[in-house]
């Protein structure tokens, strides 16, 4: 009950979780999403999902930049998760409106491309 109540108490503006099942279904029907690795440039290069665009977590303050539109649905991915729930987490706090961990690349069992844009 209480997890429950702690829920409800959250601002709409917070991180949610999606699945790779959900995330595919999603980008496959064409909605406008953006996909964001916060892995390191070398880790990109190696093996990305299709049409991400990747901004390393210790870059993430200049998302911005790249992403000026803070309710634009994006999807945040790394390696296992863990810093694709720093860097969302940290895009919510700059007031980003519909940010998804999609967790890590590790999980992901469609196709991924090499080489860096």
């Not at 949610?16 to 595919?24: F, G, L, T, W």
Request: aromatic share 6%.
């Amino acid at each position: 009950m209480l997890n429950l109540l702690s829920r409800k108490s959250e601002s709409k503006n917070s991180v949610k979780r999606i699945s790779p099942d959900e995330a595919k279904k999603r980008l496959d029907a064409n909605e406008p999403i953006v996909l964001l690795d916060v892995r390191e440039k070398a880790e990109y290069a190696n093996q990305h999902i299709p049409n991400s665009i990747n901004l390393p977590l210790s870059n993430i303050l200049a998302v911005g930049e790249i992403l000026p539109d803070k309710n634009a649905t994006i999807f945040v991915y790394c390696l296992s998760g863990g810093r694709s729930q720093s860097a969302a987490s940290q895009m919510v706090k700059m007031g980003y409106q519909n940010i998804y961990n999609l967790g890590g690349i590790s999980g992901w069992k469609y196709g991924t491309v090499s080489g860096s844009h």
